[in-house]
């Protein structure tokens, strides 16, 4: 089942707009990732928050977790057109002993006008 | 080198064919990783090596069949595929495999596979 849900599925900005995505989980969780994806390709990495993390910036990026209410959300300030691609949030969690799984949520496609 | 790279990018086979995928990585990971992602929809974790031994398969059919030769290489094997196979197969490492919170995966390009 999936562990993360995005929110919204699809959102179209701007060039220069601020471009802000949503995750909600389930289960308690060691970290929450967030993957970039260009259309048909890999996976890259753009930022981890662990479950004892409330903030992180990363450049344009800024990610805060409410492990309280089960999300997170991730901000691309001053969005450029390069943005365009699909966004997954991913879940770490232990499944019991060294178990450790990458669950990912459903991805917000992000387009960014010229 | 952050790199992982993944061969073929494309395969088209039959149903009868026997096919291999590739992956390679050399950052010293001890954990490698399989996702099968069909169109518009997330990864979905297949199988995942650690230190070179099998430590966890999501049920999947014996249609794929893993290997890791060694801590660089991991190989998925295709026998008997069937159509609703077809999908983005990516390979993943991370450092380690044991619940660290610092685990970050990194991906490779995929292998676009279609079954005919």
Redesign the interface.
């Given at each position: 089942s999936?562990q993360g849900e995005e929110d919204p599925q699809a959102l179209s900005i701007q060039e220069g707009e601020n471009a802000t995505m949503n995750c909600s989980y389930k289960t308690s969780i060691?970290?929450l990732?967030w993957?970039r994806q260009n259309s048909?390709?890999?996976?890259?990495?753009l930022i981890?928050i662990?479950?004892n993390e409330r903030e992180k910036h990363s450049g344009r990026l800024r990610v805060t977790l409410d492990t309280s209410k089960k999300s997170s959300s991730l901000l691309i300030t001053a969005s450029r057109a390069a943005d365009t691609a699909s966004y997954?949030c991913a879940t770490?969690t232990?499944s019991g002993g060294?178990?450790?799984?990458?669950?990912?949520?459903?991805?917000t496609l992000l387009t960014v006008n010229p | 080198d952050t790199e992982v790279t993944q061969t073929p990018k494309h395969l088209v086979m039959g149903m009868t064919n026997k096919k291999s995928l590739k992956c390679e990585q050399h950052m010293g990971h001890r954990a490698m990783y399989w996702y099968k992602q069909k169109a518009k929809k997330p990864p979905e974790l297949m199988f995942v090596y650690s230190y070179e031994k099998l430590s966890i398969n999501e049920s999947v059919p014996s249609r794929f069949s893993p290997e890791c030769p060694n801590s660089s290489l991991l190989n998925l094997h295709l026998h008997a595929l069937q159509p609703e196979d077809s999908a983005l197969y990516l390979c993943a490492s991370s450092q380690d495999f044991g619940g660290s919170s610092t685990d970050t995966q990194y991906f490779g390009p995929g292998t676009r596979l279609t079954v005919l």
């Open positions: 999936q060691n970290n990732q993957y048909g390709r890999g996976l890259v990495h981890l662990r479950s997954f770490g232990n060294s178990n450790y799984k990458l669950t990912f949520g459903k991805g | -």
